[in-house]
C-alpha cells in the first residue's frame, strides 16, 4: 500500500490550501481514510477522517473551516483547508486503513503565515 500526498505549501492566513491523497497498490477499498496533522515541539493530531460509509469526523479546531472528501473509484482523499491560521502550520499525513492495518503518507508541510 502506498500513499502519496501532494497540495501542501504557504499561505497567508485567511487563505486555503487544498491537499489530495492517492492510495495505490491496494486489492481491498479502504475502510478508512483521513488527515492528521503533527506541529513542532506536539504530538500528531487528528484533523478530519472519513470512514467507507461516509461518516466523517472533525477536530474541533477544524469545523467550519476544512471539508474532507473521498473519491472512492480512485482511492483518493481530499483536504479542502479555507480560513487558514498560523495554527494550522503543521505537517499534514493522510492515513488509510485496509483490512485492520494503518498505512500513512509521506507527509506535506502546510505553513500558514500571519
Do not use: H
Request: aromatic share 8%; proline share 3%; with cysteine.
Amino acid at each position: 500500500v502506498q500513499l502519496q500526498a501532494s497540495g501542501g505549501g504557504l499561505a497567508q492566513a485567511g487563505g486555503s490550501l487544498r491537499l489530495s491523497c492517492v492510495v495505490s497498490r491496494i486489492i481491498f477499498r479502504p475502510n478508512f481514510m483521513g488527515w492528521y496533522r503533527q506541529a513542532p515541539g506536539k504530538e500528531r493530531e487528528l484533523v478530519a477522517v472519513v470512514s467507507s460509509g461516509g461518516d466523517m469526523n472533525y477536530a474541533e479546531s477544524v469545523k467550519g473551516r476544512f471539508t474532507i472528501s473521498t473519491d472512492n473509484a480512485k482511492n483518493v482523499v481530499n483536504l479542502q483547508m479555507s480560513s487558514l491560521k498560523p495554527e494550522d502550520t503543521a505537517v499534514y499525513y493522510c492515513k488509510c486503513i485496509v483490512v485492520g492495518s494503518d498505512y500513512w503518507g509521506q507527509g506535506t508541510q502546510v505553513t500558514v503565515s500571519s
